[in-house]
């Protein structure tokens, strides 16, 4: 148990939170996927100019009408589908994580893990000291 709160407690915030944590990867993933998208874009304006320097005009310009600025989802560019996601979906998990934190551990994070470092480090030992404990972010 760290401090006050129950093993149960610290288990189940500790899952949410590394639910979150996943969810932080895959928005990770959704930023590569939007800045590969657009050096690709980016990459097909230059071969358009190589095609043309090269002779073949007529598939310069299919690529340029084509593919050139085309939406990768219906009505969406990947700007407008990071901001859907950071808008909705994460911001949702984001802020229920915050008010479960706050209602259920006080705003400390990570209890979990810093029990598991407890259990885990070998006590005396250089390197191994516990450390300053969890508390909530400034402003919470």
Known sequence: ????YDTATVEAVGKVTEALE???RARGHLYSFHQLTGS???ALGEAVEKLEKAGHSDWARRITEELIGLNVLPD???FQIVEEYDDGYYKTCRD???TLLESLTDGRRHLHEQQMKDDRR???RPGHEAGA???PP???
Not at 1 to 4: A, G, I, K, L, P
């Open 22 to 24: 996943t969810i932080e």
């Open 133 to 135: 404990p969890s508390k």
């Open 138 to 140: 400034a402003g919470s």
């Open 122 to 124: 070998t006590h005396g």
């Open 1 to 4: 148990m760290v401090d006050n």
């Open 40 to 42: 690709a874009d980016l």
């Open 96 to 98: 229920f994580e915050r």
């Open 76 to 78: 969406r560019w990947t």
